[in-house]
C-alpha cells in the first residue's frame, strides 16, 4: 500500500484528468495503489510528480523503449531520476496566437516595424518564432503564406482589422530560462513531446511543426533566472530600435517580490530607451477565470489593458 498522502496526489491527478484522457486518468488511479509508483515520486511528493513520472514513462514509449501496459518497476531507475530532476516542461505555441495581436498594437502604439525580443521564460523557444508562423482572425489573416503552421481561435471581441495591416520585422530574438529545452537536438524535442499528454494528436503535430519552423533558425536561449539575468540581457541589446520584453505563463512562478524586481528593472531601462512590456496576468475581475492582457511603453511608462484571454490561447477578447 501507498502511503495515504502519495495515494491522494495520485488521484487528485487521476479525478484532474478524468473526462481528458482515459489512459492517464487509468494510470494514475492504477498507480495510486502501486507501491513502487510511491518509492519512485520519494516522500511527502509535490502535486505534479505523478504527471512528472506519467511524462517520464511517455518519454519511453516515445522513444520505443517502453509501452504503455509495461509494471513500473522494469523501468524504475530511469523514471526516478526523471521525477526527481524534470520539472514538468511545456511549451503551447497556441499562445502565439494571442500574442500576435499585442505585438501588433506594440508597433502600432510606438509606430515601429521593427523589433528586438526578449522572451521571460520561453521553455524551448517556440512562441519566440511567432513571426514564422500564419495566424487567422475575424478582421483577416496575418504572417507568412507559406508557413507550415497556421493557428485560430474563438474572438469573444475582435481585434481590429488595421492592426492586421502592419508589417513586422524581427531583428534579435533572446530567451531567459532556468531550464529551457533545446528542441534543435533530438532527445529536447522528445523531452518536450512527453509533456504533452500521450493521445492529443494535434497538439502533438503543432508541436512537431513549431519544433521544424524553430530549427530554421533557432533563437538564442540564455539558462539562469530572468529575474537575476534581465538586467544583463538588456543592456546587451542594441539602443538604436524599440526592444520588445514579453512574458506567457511565466510570472507566475516568481512570487510578488520577483514580479516587482522585474518590473523595476524594466522601468530603469525604460528610462534610457524605447522599450515595450507585454504581460499575462490577472484578469481585471480576480473571480474569472482565465488571463488578463497588459502593455507598457516607455519612454513614460505609460500602460494599457489590452484584454482577456484563455490561458492556453483558445479564445481572445480584445478591449482596446
Ligand atoms: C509554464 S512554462 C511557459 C513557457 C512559455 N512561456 C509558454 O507560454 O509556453 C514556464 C517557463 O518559465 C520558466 N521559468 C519559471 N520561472 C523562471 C525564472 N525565475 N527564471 C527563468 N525561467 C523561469 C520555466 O522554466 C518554464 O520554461
Redesign the pocket.
Known amino acids: 500500500m501507498a502511503p495515504t498522502r502519495t495515494r491522494d496526489v495520485f488521484l487528485e491527478q487521476a479525478a484532474q484528468c478524468e473526462g481528458r484522457s482515459e489512459l492517464y486518468t487509468g494510470l494514475l488511479r492504477s498507480w495510486s495503489d502501486d507501491p513502487v509508483a510511491a518509492e519512485l515520486v520519494g516522500p511527502d511528493p509535490a502535486w505534479d510528480a505523478p504527471l512528472r513520472l506519467i511524462a517520464g514513462l511517455h518519454y519511453l514509449v516515445l522513444g520505443g523503449e517502453a509501452s504503455w501496459d509495461d509494471p513500473l518497476v522494469g523501468h524504475a531507475e530511469f523514471l526516478r531520476d526523471f521525477v526527481a530532476t524534470r520539472?514538468v516542461?511545456?511549451?503551447?505555441?497556441q499562445?502565439s496566437w494571442i500574442l500576435v495581436p499585442l505585438l501588433l498594437r506594440v508597433a502600432q502604439r510606438m509606430r515601429a516595424e521593427t523589433f528586438d525580443l526578449v522572451?521571460?521564460?520561453?521553455?524551448a523557444g517556440?512562441?519566440l518564432v511567432w513571426d514564422r508562423y500564419r495566424y487567422r482572425y475575424k478582421a483577416g489573416a496575418w504572417g507568412r503564406e507559406d508557413a507550415i503552421l497556421s493557428f485560430d481561435g474563438e474572438e469573444r471581441r475582435p481585434i481590429p482589422g488595421g492592426l492586421l495591416e502592419l508589417d513586422l520585422t524581427v531583428r534579435g530574438r533572446i530567451g531567459?530560462?532556468?531550464?529551457?529545452?533545446d528542441v534543435t537536438t533530438e532527445d529536447g524535442a522528445r523531452l518536450l513531446r512527453s509533456f504533452v499528454w500521450a493521445g492529443q494528436e494535434r497538439r502533438m503535430e503543432r508541436l512537431d511543426r513549431a519544433i521544424e519552423a524553430l530549427r530554421q533558425d533557432p533563437p538564442r536561449l540564455v539558462t539562469?533566472?530572468?529575474?537575476e539575468?534581465l538586467p544583463r540581457v538588456l543592456a546587451a541589446q542594441p539602443r538604436d530600435g524599440l526592444t520588445v520584453v514579453f512574458?506567457?505563463?511565466?510570472f507566475?512562478?516568481?512570487g510578488d517580490e520577483?514580479r516587482a524586481r522585474v518590473r523595476a528593472v524594466l522601468e530603469q531601462a525604460g528610462g534610457e530607451r524605447r522599450l515595450a512590456f507585454i504581460s499575462t496576468g490577472k484578469p481585471r475581475d480576480p473571480e474569472e477565470h482565465c488571463w488578463g492582457l497588459r502593455l507598457v511603453y516607455w519612454p513614460g511608462g505609460e500602460r494599457e489593458f489590452a484584454g482577456h484571454a484563455d490561458f492556453h490561447g483558445a479564445w481572445l477578447q480584445w478591449e482596446l
Not at 224 to 227: A, K, L, Q
Open positions: 520539472g516542461q511545456t511549451n503551447e505555441v499562445r522572451e521571460l521564460g520561453p521553455s517556440l512562441n531567459i530560462d532556468r531550464s529551457p529545452i539562469g533566472d530572468f529575474v539575468e512574458q506567457t505563463a511565466s507566475g512562478y516568481i520577483g
